[in-house]
């Protein structure tokens, strides 16, 4: 048996199959992926994620165009015999941005932090507030790319040593991180920054 790790923020989903059975929530089989073009790959992606995951296509920030834009929030607490009583809540959030290119560069991750830094995380974040709201855990803003081309060694060290980390009021708002994902379509490869190390170790169970 083979066990298929989808990773939607801190939410895992275990797919079980054989060899002979169908994955019906990615592929049919390894073989079809071999086939598969990056649009292709990107469709089988945004299934997987729209039963979490709020998804609008064609999404802009400031002219730059995503193939498509999925948010998630989960909210959690913990109450004592009544809910008037909440010892605690916890919000969690993810922002992710999917682009399908023929190669990507390193001005790529240069346009994406500059991205976060002027509109997703002060907008989408922190809904232009100067900390995140009450109960804040954590945002996780994800960038996915899908490369028909392959991509080259430069790319992928500058891929792993993408960074944007920020936390509010030291920490009692929580915190935002960015991760970034790629998926090498030519060479079949899976990669990512340090903080996309679950979602890597996921993906290479079915790429």
């Not at 990107?42 to 498509?68: P, V």
């Not at 969690?92 to 990507?104: A, G, M, N, P």
Request: hydrophobic share 40%.
């Amino acid at each position: 048996m083979e066990w298929f790790l989808f990773y939607h923020a801190k939410v895992i989903t275990k797919c079980t199959v054989t060899a002979k059975k169908d994955c019906s929530i990615f592929f049919r089989s390894r073989k079809e992926l071999n086939y598969m073009t990056g649009q292709d790959f990107l469709e089988k992606l945004l299934n997987s994620y729209q039963s979490a995951f709020d998804i609008e296509r064609s999404f802009d920030i400031n002219g730059d165009m995503y193939d498509a834009y999925a948010s998630f929030n989960v909210s959690s607490a913990r109450y004592v015999l009544m809910k008037k009583a909440e010892l605690w809540r916890a919000n969690c959030y993810e922002h992710t941005f999917f682009s399908c290119k023929e190669v990507l560069t390193a001005e790529d991750f240069i346009r994406f932090k500059k991205e976060i830094t002027k509109y997703v995380e002060p907008k989408l974040v922190r809904s232009g507030e100067k900390y995140t709201q009450k109960d804040h855990m954590y945002t996780y803003i994800t960038g996915i790319f899908i490369v028909e081309e392959g991509i080259s060694g430069e790319e992928k060290k500058a891929a792993k040593k993408f960074r944007f980390f920020k936390n509010y009021l030291f920490g009692i708002r929580g915190y935002c991180e960015a991760r970034i994902l790629i998926f090498d379509m030519k060479n079949k490869k899976v990669f990512g920054n340090p903080a996309a190390r679950d979602l890597v170790k996921g993906y290479k169970k079915v790429f």
